[in-house]
């Protein structure tokens, strides 16, 4: 059993955001963008947009979003919907249902149905960062927690490996640099660097494919709790302290 502290007893609501990268993936530029919203009812909404162009044509556009509810007694987030959607190139979809009440999540991945046993607490593709978050705040160097990924339950783990100093076009930015652990014989790499001043927005991101393709993405424009994030100077020195 992993033992995971509740987002109420360690770590404040997350900050709301957008965010607009640049990206490029196997070669070919694209428009990335990410957001959390809350609702007036604490509900959280995570969306992901991902659009592959081309001599100004868009060839695939990937969306996700992930619902989650705050629980009415101890105010704990909890997933209730997940969705994958590509299309274009490479056209798929992949949608889960979280049905707490039954202990059961549905996930409904293109022609195939799955039913996960369902655990408090459990995380999804997208709303995993809002844990990886908390365990940071937290402390923690070795973050793992139960994800529902592609039709069934997995151990997700990250591992701080730094604070590191990163240069984008909004200035320079202190992160906290993490790297998805994945099994040894994986061909996936997924490194991620985190701002420490800005809620551990997302600054940058290296993944490298199964099939040699890469996705980066390097933030070019972003607000969180409404108001504009910048970096520092360029000229102004920052020292990098290993973790």
Known sequence: MLLILPYSLEAAPPSPFTAVYEAR??????????????????????????????????????KEKSILTADALSGELKPEAYSFVQSGI?????????????????????NDLYEIPLEFP?????????????????????????????GKLEEYHFRVLAEEEVSTSLGLFRTVKIERVREPESKRSTIMWLALDWDYLLVKLEQLEQNARGIELELK?????????TGKSQKEPESISEL
């Open 90 to 110: 490479g056209k798929r979809s992949r949608h889960i249902a979280f049905d707490w009440d039954a202990g059961q999540a549905r996930a409904d991945i293109g």
């Open 25 to 62: 993936y196997g070669g070919f530029k694209a428009n990335a963008e990410r957001s959390l919203q809350i609702g007036e009812n604490g509900q959280v909404e995570m969306n992901t947009m991902l659009r592959l162009k081309m001599l100004g044509k868009t060839l695939s556009t990937i």
């Open 122 to 150: 459990v995380a999804d593709n997208l709303s995993a960062y809002l844990e990886v978050r908390n365990q940071l705040l937290a402390g923690e160097v070795e973050i793992i927690f139960p994800a529902i990924d592609k």
């Open 221 to 229: 424009q972003a607000a969180v709790m409404g108001n504009s994030v």
